[in-house]
């Protein structure tokens, strides 16, 4: 009587236990930019068509908020991947470190950002400094002292431009296609005035806050994260013009057209040679403390890297996705083996 009582005690302890390992997810969470989403969501299907693991679960949150929610712990409730169309910033890598885990980045490839309208609108050909003065908060002055943004044409900024009003749809503040585009649109436009370049070498905080302010008085309107939306209202309002990713300009070629910035055209071959100048790499993190966990998770690594996606003749790159070289890809697939983590060094 004694021993069964001892073994049903026993028991009793280990339930928890039991309970606590195999109630590990066994679908995999996957948040972060809008513009890896639909590579990421292609991989996701194909992977869940062709394994016997769940197909996963991907969410468009934005780059900055999908690094929020990565960033926020360790465990079921905390997703495992998150896509990011730039590099993890300093502060959120000190916060995933802060919160035990320990991101391992996977660079997927090369995304242009494109300026694109209507098939049905004036073709538009602009430089970095046009699309700074057209965006831009504030703007030198004759004598060369900030001023409010006087233009509201195209055409106010150069005479060879459509005489539409200026209004361009694009990404809120969370967005790492808004960062890269300030950075290196309206950054690259603002360094052609001497004004600025003289305010650059002074103080470079204070140059930044010039060349990423952008205008709050309805030139440029925040359109959300989902980018497919971004491409349905350019549709419907040919004077409009919107800022995306290269896929989504590449996938929906019939009905929008992409601006020439600085003398190049936004398509594949410009971007991946570095000649179209408003270009940025694409990167997912995964924690590296799941991926013994959550079933399935070095298997998608392993699909999204491999040869049918990424290769020459890729789905990927099918979608619009420019690529790696092999050689790019090789170091990639070995610091996925290794399981190597960002490190702020």
Known sequence: MNKSIKLLAVAALALPLMATTSFARDQIQIVGSSTVFPF????????????????????????????????????????????????????ELEACLAAGINPIEIKVGYDGIVLANSVDAPAFELTKQQIFLALA?????????????????????????????????????????????????????????????????????????????????????????????????????????????????????????????????????????GSYGISRALYYYVKKEHMDIIPGLKEYNEEFLSSKAMGEDGYLLEKGLIPLTEAELAEVVTGLTEMKTVSLK
């Open 40 to 91: 990421s969501s292609l991989v996701a299907e194909k992977f869940g068509k062709s394994s016997s693991f769940n197909t996963p679960v991907v969410e468009s949150t934005g780059t900055g908020g999908g690094m929020k929610l990565f960033c926020s712990g360790i465990g079921e409730g905390h997703p495992d991947i998150s896509n990011a169309s730039r590099r993890i910033k300093s502060s």
């Open 137 to 273: 908060a504030k703007v030198p002055g004759p004598d060369g002292k900030l001023i409010d943004n006087p233009n509201m044409t195209w055409s106010d900024i150069d005479a060879s431009l459509p005489d539409v009003k200026i209004e361009v749809l694009g990404p809120p503040p969370t967005s790492g296609t808004r960062d890269a585009f300030v950075e290196l649109a309206m950054e690259g436009g603002a360094k052609k005035f001497e004004s600025l370049a003289a305010l650059r070498k002074e103080d470079k905080k204070k140059f930044q806050a010039v060349a990423h302010s952008l205008r709050e008085d309805g030139a440029f309107i925040e359109a959300g994260e989902n980018d497919n939306l971004i491409v349905q209202k350019l549709k419907a309002n040919p004077a409009a013009l919107g800022i995306f990713g290269f896929s989504f300009l590449d996938q929906n070629e019939d009905s929008i057209k992409g601006a020439i910035i600085n003398g190049a055209a936004p398509d594949f071959d410009n971007i991946a040679d």
